[in-house]
């Protein structure tokens, strides 16, 4: 083995300590969800760092890569050790990303219920659902899904999953 980071594996990318600072429940993973969806809403954008877990991380700075960002700078983002501004820049354009995932939904009032029916173990999905007028006579329109991944008895994101309209 050459001690070299894996180029696919993000790391911890923040310290331990400010994931511990997340308080993702006993292991529910809609809580977890509804956290996430807070976050995007209000541009927590550390928050969202912390709640992705290591899929979801890849994911987001393999789509970065793949636009255009710094391979190094990337590298150092996986690996927590980017500077304060590259960092912010890099999370605020994510939170831009994931915002424009959801275009044309109210975040504040969507509402978040795991996906009905079996799950593979360590794996979740938890719907948003966008409320709609009572006389309409259904409970919501699904707008996306959050999938986690159960990371050692803590939920963590790995994806935001649109339901675009066809």
Same mark, same amino acid.
């Given at each position: 083995?050459?001690?070299?980071?894996? +180029? #696919?594996?993000?790391?911890?990318?923040? !310290?331990?300590?400010?994931? @511990?600072? =997340? #308080?993702?429940?006993?292991?529910?993973?809609?809580?977890?969800?509804?956290?996430?969806?807070?976050?995007?809403?209000?541009?927590?954008?550390?928050?969202?760092?912390?709640?992705?877990?290591?899929?979801?991380?890849?994911?987001?700075?393999?789509?970065?890569?793949?636009?255009?960002?710094?391979?190094?700078?990337?590298?150092?983002?996986?690996? %927590?050790?980017?500077? !304060?501004?590259?960092?912010?820049?890099?999370?605020? @354009?994510?939170?831009? %990303?994931?915002?424009?995932?959801?275009?044309?939904?109210?975040? #504040?009032?969507?509402?978040?219920?795991?996906?009905?029916?079996?799950?593979? @173990? $360590? &794996?979740? &999905?938890?719907?948003?659902?966008?409320?709609? +007028? +009572?006389?309409?006579? =259904?409970? $919501?329109?699904?707008?996306?899904?959050?999938?986690?991944?159960?990371?050692?008895?803590?939920?963590?994101?790995?994806?935001?999953?649109?339901?675009?309209?066809?």
């Amino acid at each position: 083995m050459s001690g070299e980071a894996d +180029a #696919d594996d993000p790391g911890p990318g923040l !310290p331990a300590a400010a994931v @511990d600072a =997340v #308080d993702t429940g006993p292991g529910d993973p809609v809580v977890v969800a509804r956290q996430f969806l807070n976050a995007v809403a209000w541009g927590e954008h550390h928050t969202i760092w912390e709640l992705l877990g290591r899929e979801g991380r890849t994911a987001v700075l393999r789509v970065a890569t793949t636009r255009g960002m710094d391979e190094a700078l990337a590298a150092r983002l996986r690996d %927590g050790v980017a500077s !304060p501004g590259d960092q912010d820049v890099f999370l605020t @354009d994510l939170v831009n %990303g994931l915002r424009a995932d959801l275009t044309g939904t109210d975040l #504040d009032a969507l509402e978040v219920e795991a996906e009905p029916g079996p799950q593979e @173990d $360590g &794996r979740a &999905r938890v719907l948003l659902i966008a409320p709609v +007028a +009572a006389s309409l006579g =259904v409970p $919501g329109l699904p707008v996306g899904s959050v999938e986690l991944a159960d990371d050692g008895g803590t939920w963590l994101g790995q994806r935001l999953v649109p339901r675009l309209s066809r």
